[in-house]
């Protein structure tokens, strides 16, 4: 993720340049994306209506369209309902009107009027259509009117970053319905709105279309207004019926080969089906295939680490999204050195940004590598995608990529030479922190002193130990035994190093990291979890840093903290110090799982579960606060958490995978469940689909107690299933 910090931070810092402020909106937000365009709303539909900065139409980090908001009578609506379709694809607002006065006199009571206002997104064009029926038994008379503008504002200024010089913007009224709106930047490129009003209004001027309409008693009728941001507005829109039936069905369509889940539990289904139509709202279709967006409002576009772990939270159901990251990030891995944008051969993408500021780099993320894992990461993920789906070919293909990637970790990666690998930015516009806490105060020692670099990360390293263990069985597979045995030597030589360097006996659990001399920052934080999953810990070890997880400084009973009550920059209330991030908890959860820990798995799985259902639409968000569970209370929301986030989304899943303890074998034609087992919250799972090569199989798995029960329901070709215990 781009950095975000504690609210102290020094205006002046570098790091505050990437500030994301809390501005406290008034009206819940709501979410729409298709493809590259993505809209973030009010609950009555309205865009600027009411504070908070993040609201828009943006494309390519640009938002198109900043103030959009409907009016009776100059007067706003009050709302009825705000309901997002289970799928994602459609907003539907009900609202109603308030009462109105003229001349001190009430001339129209609350309620007369319902307004039925539908929202969606397709192909770079916001679709809204407004159906107002009267209910009551007079005519009325009404004037209703849009208010509309755009700042052309780059994704970077709407989260606060204050420019010196702006481009020039303009309006015209091209004809009795039709509004451009345009912006010339400073990088020499137009930017065009393309409004649309049909019926043609009334009224229509540069920033307002107003209707004069009389509604007899029963009477119904509809205007439709269209945006279409840059070339999507040079034609007519498609009509709004159209465009409807085209986006559900392309929604439907994307999850058709993705195995399902169904249980017991119906608000566990409701949480799954919410999480995967983010996933789905979240996938945009890249020239190198499906990439999961990391998150709206603010990460809209390409993260390399959030990809990635998303991708291996998902692997399980739908491995075609490994696929895309896999082949995008391949596409864009660095080729050279770069101060400004911390590039070298070899490394694997962090963001990228396609805005006026990124390219002019008055911010350095047009394509960014400061991402100190996201390039053990890509091995570690073509290595399972292997693993999961037998895919020879798209492995062949990206293995001049995953050799570059390795030669940047045993190179550039390891500047000293120590065996670690580190990071430390190469310029004051880089991000200061390069792991998955990448905010300013995220690395530091016992005593709160912020850690100097370079600084080599404890779950890095087992990420360098896993990429090396699998990227040794590809080389096998493909015959080249020499760098399969040499990759497995380095593997084994590395988790010797790292128990000697990184275990702190008198904490219990490894340190958070090394800095530039090599001392140990000994503190306890998750960081310690995801080492578990990688496999680098020894199994006693692995025993002891769950014991500590586990404890109540750590499990706050809704989840696993980023860092425990007892270190001196713990606060509940901050993005890396003591938050709660369901993704991180979800690869601790695989951690637990690969060492045969299923007790602290359920608890896990089962505060999750039981966030999950106090938020609003059932949607897991970024993060929340890390705060203790109190009976009759849900879990502290964080101010400027992204929701829907795409690894957030995958968590469920990946929760499931652990419980479940599935694992893949494309060279057996064998689909295994290790040491299964069900939280308490869950008596059945069907999962429908599971695919493997050309087979698949409906699977049903019951909890009797702590023992599970397993039958298979359908099965196509000659696939096996097995359920070990250990």
């Known amino acids: ?192 709105s393309a409004l649309n009003f049909d019926p043609p209004p009334t009224e229509l001027t540069s920033s307002v279309a107003s209707y004069a309409i009389d509604l007899e008693p029963g009477q119904r009728q509809s205007l439709f207004a269209t945006v279409g941001c840059d070339g999507s507005g040079r034609t007519p829109p498609a009509p709004f019926l159209r465009g409807l039936v085209s986006a559900a069905r392309a929604t439907k369509d994307a999850t058709a080969n993705t195995a399902t889940v169904e249980t017991s539990n119906d608000l566990f289904n409701q949480i799954l089906c919410r999480s995967m139509a983010d996933l789905r709202m979240l996938t945009t279709e890249t020239a190198q295939g499906p990439y999961p967006y990391a998150g709206i409002p603010w990460y809209s576009t390409t993260f390399g680490r959030d990809g990635i772990i998303t991708a291996i939270q998902m692997l399980w159901c739908d491995p075609s999204i490994a696929r895309g990251v896999l082949k995008r990030l391949a596409a864009y891995q660095a080729k050279s050195f770069d101060p400004i944008s911390d590039a070298e051969p070899g490394k694997i993408l962090h963001e990228m940004r396609s805005g006026e500021m990124a390219i002019l780099r008055e911010v350095p993320f047009g394509l960014y590598y400061g991402s100190v894992d996201s390039t053990p990461l890509f091995v570690m993920l073509a290595g399972l995608y292997f693993e999961r789906t037998g895919d020879g070919d798209t492995i062949l293909e990206l293995w001049p990529q995953i050799e570059a990637a390795l030669a940047w970790i045993d190179g550039p990666g390891d500047a000293d ?49 896993m990429a090396k263990q699998l990227a040794a069985r590809v080389a096998r597979r493909l015959g080249n035994h020499a760098l399969a045995d040499a990759l497995d030597r380095q593997a084994i030589e590395l988790a010797v190093r790292f128990e000697e360097a990184f275990w702190c006996p008198e904490i219990g659990t490894y340190a958070l990291a090394l800095d530039g001399a090599k001392k140990q920052c000994k503190i306890r934080t998750s960081n310690a979890g995801q080492v578990l999953f990688t496999g680098i810990a020894s199994r006693a070890r692995a025993v002891a840093v769950a014991e500590c997880l586990m404890r109540p400084s750590f499990f706050s009973g809704w989840g696993i903290r980023t860092l425990s009550q007892e270190e001196r920059r713990y606060n509940p209330m901050s993005y890396h110090n003591g938050s709660v991030w369901p993704h991180d908890n979800a690869m601790i959860a695989l951690g637990f799982a690969r060492n045969g820990l299923p007790r602290p798995i359920e608890r896990v799985f089962k505060g999750m579960f039981n966030a999950a259902t106090y938020m609003d639409i059932s949607r897991l968000p970024e993060l929340f606060c890390g705060f203790q569970r109190r009976r009759g209370r849900g879990p502290t929301l964080y101010p400027v958490a992204c929701a829907p986030q795409a690894w957030a989304a995958a968590t ?51 909890r009797h107690d702590e023992e599970v029960s397993l039958r298979v329901l359908r099965r196509e070709g000659q696939l096996r299933v097995t359920a070990v215990h250990t």
């Not at 599935?662 to 308490?680: T, Y």
Request: hydrophobic fraction near 40%; charged fraction near 25%.
């Open 1 to 192: 993720m781009s950095p975000s910090t504690i609210d102290s931070i020094d205006p002046a810092a570098p790091e505050a340049d990437f500030y994301i402020p809390a501005t406290g909106p008034t009206r819940l937000r709501r979410n729409l994306k298709h493809d590259d365009t993505f809209a973030v709303v009010d609950s009555h539909g309205d865009i600027g209506a009411s504070a908070g900065d993040s609201d828009g139409i943006f494309l390519a980090d640009t938002r198109y369209l900043s103030w959009f908001e409907f009016l009776l009578n100059g007067m706003q609506l009050l709302l009825l309902g705000s309901n997002m379709r289970d799928d994602n694809s459609v907003l539907t607002v009900d609202l109603t009107n308030p009462d109105i006065y003229f001349e001190n006199k009430l001339v129209l009571h609350k309620d007369v009027l319902h307004i039925v206002r539908t929202l969606f997104l397709w192909r770079g064009t916001a679709y809204q259509r407004f159906g107002i029926q009267n209910h009551g038994d007079q005519t009325v008379s009404l004037r209703l009117s849009f208010a509309f503008g755009s700042d052309f504002a780059d994704i970077f200024e709407v989260r606060g970053i204050r420019r010196e010089h702006r481009g020039v913007a303009a309006a015209r009224v091209i004809d009795e319905k039709n509004v451009l709106l345009s912006y010339e930047g400073l990088d020499g490129r137009v930017r065009t």
């Open 417 to 465: 030479c120590d065996g670690f690998v580190e990071y430390h930015r190469q310029t004051e516009q880089g991000l200061a922190n390069q792991g998955w806490k990448d905010s300013h105060d995220a690395v530091f020692h016992a005593d709160g002193q912020l850690a100097k670099g370079p600084i080599a990360l404890a779950e890095v390293q087992g990420y360098v130990f």
């Open 652 to 702: 469920p899943f990946a929760l499931l995978q652990a419980s479940l303890g599935l694992s893949f074998n494309p060279e057996m034609n064998e689909i295994r469940l290790m040491n299964p087992r069900l939280p308490s919250f869950l008596d059945e799972v069907i999962l429908r689909q599971l695919r493997l090569g050309n087979s698949s199989v409906d699977l049903a798995i019951g």
